[in-house]
């Protein structure tokens, strides 16, 4: 049972001065159909008890307990609401008694005061009557409320995920366009450069705490906007505003397309439900902010005395002030564990002066050491006695019990070790000595999972032993040294359980457990003088530098994007009321001070609570930031770990027969031509393979593929840059096969191949394919394309004039448009990024390309400039997708062709990305009829031998000598 809701339970009246104690009516606390609450040993939370210890310990005794009423004095709680509650309880009269209502999550939790004596004769006065306290809880949430609810958190949770993966996108773009600058930085760009390199931090910044405030809106909508009355907002207004939202825009749009009798009614009616919620999102999060900066304010009046002629000005300096030294501040942070026999009130563990019994771990030493530097001394100060910080911990007033009835393998284990606990081992509702060995077991169990997990994949993935142990020995030694503080623990609680603590005998209520607390304290801080330069030189070079050259480069969409991104950024960084709290002291947020009640009332406390609360978020959601922003490019770097495709041809002519295989509905992109020298989709592999090699190399194996001067291989980079001299440092690299016999040509891209490729791949696709992913989840998934197309839109409005004009497809684009003037015909194939641009490509020239194991443009075809139809991909673009290859399903297929791949599992990923893999799965599957069999076929990738023609060479043996 929550000890909030036991807290708020009693509340009886009592008139000690004219009844003696005899008289005095005291509460009973029964639990009545409180999840499972088949015990008695509930743990009770007695910050609003003012009355002593006595009182403490009488609360805490078992109601059942003959002396109960002996031991009581005129002692009578009073019932308070504690602040961490987001909203208020109520307190209603009925059936003679007084009841306090709490709602919560769908429920309602009642704490009814009863009396268990009633006189015949009503006017007779009642003597020895004994009143005790009822705990009920009650279901107040129907099924359509719930469904409701749910569609409600849906939509929110939506409409999250889109912000979280434009905020992604947003990041690609920046450091994709960061990338380009870097290979061709000159004089004349290097303004460029440091302007989109020194947006970078505040972008990051804004775009996270964006998200920590997407991540308190989707909570509000799942707890019913309990937020938004904290904010002072009526609940008739709440309700309405979030039916006009989430229902009433949508509906009155559906019905609008219905009656003109639209075509585009799911689209229409989809953005418009986007939107909506999406304003409704720029409100909620306005609202926090304003109050995030009005609490920073008015803690800084409390600070002052609560100087009420505090001039507006001079408290934004002082909240600036004391943020920026907050956050400068060397600090070292321990996690304690304390050992005490009784367990006071949560006020008094947050002031606990005991010596611990260990230091649990430590973090924020390194940050600590710099300041801590010589070469530092003239920038920070170190502290003669350090000072003692609040931690979150300590804001919140409270900390959890972890009990034998609420104990779980999977919880202990995977617990929030950033938050205090209270860890009972004696008492009524302490731990088992069987639930305490079990969780040092598990936790010891899981951390060598792990380490074995480790190397079971290092051993799967081949390799070499020395790597192998050397990697799982380093893990080892990491995890023992975070261990060490779970060890003392261990041992430490052992020992309590061997002394017979399990077993203890209650002793005027007392409980015995370990506290694990987090304290704080400032080592260093910086000197008066730093603050003021570091002040103006984050101004000067984050926010000043770059917001001119965006102004300046005629960006009006990021200019916009970076000013808002700013404004989220400097009040998280310089206006933040956690931050002052923890400065300053917590003495706001402890109860029993009248004084400070009447300047910080309840409500105004719960609000600042609970905003910042939602930092609890920050680290998680960076993390999520980080991990999915180098994903994309480590995803891309693994689809071309072979950078050097070889390819063998053997002296002697060998042939597979066609197998016939249902899976390939074509072995040719146009059967009825049987005049083109390109009629086999082997053809198109086979080129597509051709820009990885040295162009020394390209003729040969033109020659030996099409046939003696077929095929005639061009530097097509020299003829394009001599065409366009401005594109001379281009990174876009593609090269040109020509058939004289009949005048085409054909265009081959290089596919993926260095860093700045990889970039380049994630500008254009890394966005669509986390929406892809998101729609993956949703049930129905197809039914939103129209909205996801949409949101990838609106994404690539903000891609800079520059970032476009540094695009591979551009060029590619450029280029083919050139050489349609030269060529009867003129085609495009690419594999990879390659093949992408290729269908990019072909797209918007009208032209013939075919992909091979490339990533489609069919979801984001408004991502490009000019933006593609979809009738031009289905009519001139092709792509052939091997099994187990993920890059071909990015951005939706259209025209393609599967084919199988034969790698085994551990190697899929990248090996059915390799285009000789591909080549010899078509030549195999298809027939080579008069295209020669690659010896790599056999030897690498495990197909049978081939059939020679004389029937008397063996293939191996051939190409053990070939060339």
């Known amino acids: 049972m929550d000890s909030s809701l036991v807290k708020q339970a009693i509340d009886v009246e009592q008139t000690p001065s004219e009844k003696g104690d005899s008289d005095i009516t005291v509460p009973r606390y029964c639990d009545h159909s409180l999840n499972n609450s088949k015990n008695n040993n509930t743990i009770h939370n007695h910050n609003s008890i003012t009355d002593g210890s006595r009182q403490g310990d009488l609360l805490a005794r078992d109601c059942t307990d003959d002396n109960y009423l002996d031991d009581a004095a005129a002692i009578m709680p009073v019932v308070t609401d504690h602040y961490s509650l987001q909203s208020s309880s109520s307190r209603v009269q009925f059936r003679s008694g007084k009841a306090y209502i709490h709602n919560q999550s769908g429920s309602q939790y009642a704490s009814e005061e009863q009396s268990d004596y009633e006189p015949a004769d009503q006017t007779q006065v009642a003597t020895n009557k004994q009143n005790y306290i009822s705990m009920k809880r009650s ?5 359509g409320e719930t469904l409701v609810r749910a569609v409600y958190t849906a939509i929110a949770v939506f409409v999250g995920a889109n912000i979280f993966i434009f905020s992604i996108g947003l990041l690609i773009f920046l450091f994709a366009h960061l990338a380009v600058q870097m290979q061709d930085v000159d004089a004349s760009k290097i303004y460029d450069f440091c302007g989109t390199f020194l947006a970078l931090p505040i972008l990051v910044d804004g775009l996270t705490h964006l998200l920590v405030l997407t991540s308190g809106f989707v909570m509000d909508v799942y707890s019913g906007h309990s937020l938004l009355r904290l904010f002072g907002w009526d609940s008739v207004v709440i309700g309405w505003t979030a039916f006009v939202a989430f229902t009433g825009v949508p509906l009155a749009t559906l019905l ?32 926090v902010c304003i109050q995030l900066v009005k609490c920073s304010l008015d803690l800084v009046q409390e600070f002052e005395g609560g100087n009420m002629d505090l001039p507006l000005l001079v408290r934004v300096k002082r909240a600036i002030w004391i943020t920026t030294r907050s956050r400068l501040s060397g600090k070292q942070q321990n996690l304690y564990v304390y ?20 230091v649990y771990m430590s973090r924020g030493k390194l940050w600590l050491r710099l300041t801590q530097l010589s070469i530092t001394n003239c920038l920070f100060e170190t502290l003669e006695c350090p000072q003692r910080r609040w931690t979150r911990s300590d804001i919140s007033g409270s900390l959890p019990f972890l009990t034998k009835d609420n104990w779980g393998l999977e919880r202990v284990f995977c617990r929030n070790r950033e938050q205090s606990t209270i860890v009972l081992i004696g008492g009524n509702a302490a731990m088992t000595r069987r639930q305490a060995r079990s969780s040092t077991v598990f936790f010891f169990l899981g951390n060598f999972s792990y380490i074995l997990l480790l190397a079971a994949i290092l051993v799967w993935y081949e390799t070499p032993l020395v790597l192998t142990m050397l990697a799982t020995i380093l893990l080892w030694a990491y995890r023992i040294y975070k261990m060490r503080g779970s060890a003392k623990l261990a041992k430490k609680v052992n020992q309590s359980y061997y002394q017979g603590s399990s077993e203890c005998n209650i ?12 304290k704080c304290h400032t080592i260093t801080r910086p000197k008066h003088s730093f603050i003021s330069v570091f002040l103006f030189l984050h101004l000067l070079f984050c926010f000043v530098f770059p917001f001119t050259f ?39 947020f402890m109860e029993g001070r009248p004084d400070m009640e009447s300047k910080l009332k309840s409500k105004y406390k719960s609000r600042l609570y609970h905003i910042t609360s939602m930092n609890g978020y920050r680290p998680s959601i960076l993390s999520l930031v980080v991990i999915f922003e180098s994903g994309g490019v480590t995803t891309e770097a693994a689809s071309s770990t072979r950078l050097d495709p070889t390819i063998t041809f053997p002296n002697s002519t060998f042939f597979y027969q066609d197998q016939k295989q249902m899976n390939l509905a074509t072995c040719q992109l146009d059967p009825s031509d049987s005049t083109s020298n390109i009629q086999y989709l082997a053809d ?30 061009h530097d097509a980079e020299t003829i394009f840059r001599a065409m366009r001299p401005e594109y001379a440092e281009s990174l876009v690299s593609f090269d040109l096969v020509s058939f004289p016999e009949d005048n085409t040509a054909v265009v081959l891209v290089r596919g ?3 860093y700045f490729d990889y970039l380049a791949d994630a500008k254009i696709w890394y966005s669509t394919a986390l929406f892809q992913g998101f729609r993956a989840l949703l049930p129905f998934g197809d039914f939103f394309n129209p909205l996801i197309r949409f949101n990838i839109g609106t994404l690539t409005v903000l891609e800079t004039g520059s970032t476009r004009g540094f695009a591979y497809y551009a060029k590619t684009t450029e280029f083919v448009n050139y050489l349609k003037d030269q060529y009867s015909e003129v085609q495009i194939t690419g594999h990879s990024l390659g093949g992408g641009i290729a269908l990019i490509s072909g797209a918007q020239t009208h032209s013939k390309a075919v992909g091979l194991s490339a990533p489609n443009t069919v979801l984001g075809r408004d991502t490009v400039y000019p933006k593609l139809k979809l009738d031009d991909l289905e009519k001139y673009t092709f792509n052939i997708a091997p099994e187990m290859d993920i890059f071909p399903k990015i951005g939706d297929q259209l025209s393609v062709q599967k084919i199988k791949c034969r790698a085994d ?4 990923l990248i090996n059915c990305h390799l285009p000789e893999r591909s080549l010899c799965e078509m030549l195999y599957s298809c027939g080579n009829i008069d295209r020669p069999v690659l010896c790599e076929c056999v030897s690498k990738f495990g197909y049978p031998e081939p059939n020679s023609v004389d029937g008397n060479v063996g293939f191996s043996s051939v190409c053990s000598g070939g060339k």
């Open 139 to 143: 279901n107040t949430s129907s099924l």
């Open 256 to 287: 609008g397309l219905l009656f003109v009798q639209s075509e585009r009614i799911v689209e229409i009616t989809l953005i418009s439900s986007f939107v909506s919620v999406v304003v409704f999102f720029v409100l909620f999060a306005s609202i």
């Open 339 to 358: 050992e005490s026999d009784s367990l006071n009130g949560v006020k008094e563990l947050s002031q606990q002066s005991d010596s611990p019994s260990l």
């Open 507 to 518: 002793k005027d209520g007392e409980e015995k457990g370990f506290t694990h607390q987090w």
């Open 550 to 588: 965006l102004c300046w480069s005629r960006n009006g969409s990021g200019a916009i994007t970076f000013i808002v991104m700013s404004l989220l950024h400097f009040q998280q960084t310089i206006m933040d009321p956690e931050q002052i709290v923890e400065e300053i002291g917590a003495d706001v």
């Open 684 to 713: 198109y592999a086979f080129l597509a393979i051709l820009p990885y090699f040295k162009s020394e190399t390209i003729q040969s194996l033109l020659d030996n593929w099409f046939g003696s001067n077929v095929a005639v291989y």
């Open 752 to 754: 993926t191949h260095a």
């Open 905 to 908: 599992l551990k190697g899929s």
